[in-house]
């Protein structure tokens, strides 16, 4: 039984991820960061479940969940806007 309920579980990663590698590319590396992001954010989902099995793992999903944010900051280039909107606040 645990055999057939691993090969579902497997396919349906497969799936969940077929979108993200589809479209990916070797010479392009943002392609691996989605992917990389992908993973962090069902890991984080687990650990927020009933299904986790640490103490810690309401804390440790928080954790990942900040990672992804920061991820979002850096890899969208959040921050050089603000950047320039402070540089267009400063008095010349």
């Known amino acids: 039984m645990y055999w057939f309920k ?3 579980q497997q396919i349906k ?8 590698i589809w479209k990916g590319f070797d010479f392009d590396y943002i392609y691996s960061i ?8 069902r890991q984080a989902t687990f650990l927020e479940s009933d299904r ?3 103490m810690e793992a309401q804390k440790n999903a928080k954790k990942i ?8 900051i850096v890899y ?3 921050y050089v806007d ?3 909107i402070h540089l267009e606040e400063l008095p010349w």
Do not use: G, S
Not at 35 to 40: D, G, S
Not at 65 to 72: F, G, I, K, S, V
């Open 13 to 20: 990663r497969v799936i969940d991820f077929l979108p993200i």
């Open 6 to 8: 691993r090969k579902y």
């Open 76 to 78: 969208d280039e959040k």
């Open 34 to 41: 989605e992917l990389f992001k992908k993973q962090l954010e």
């Open 52 to 54: 986790a099995l640490t």
């Open 65 to 72: 969940r900040t990672a992804l944010r920061l991820m979002d």
């Open 82 to 84: 603000d950047v320039f």
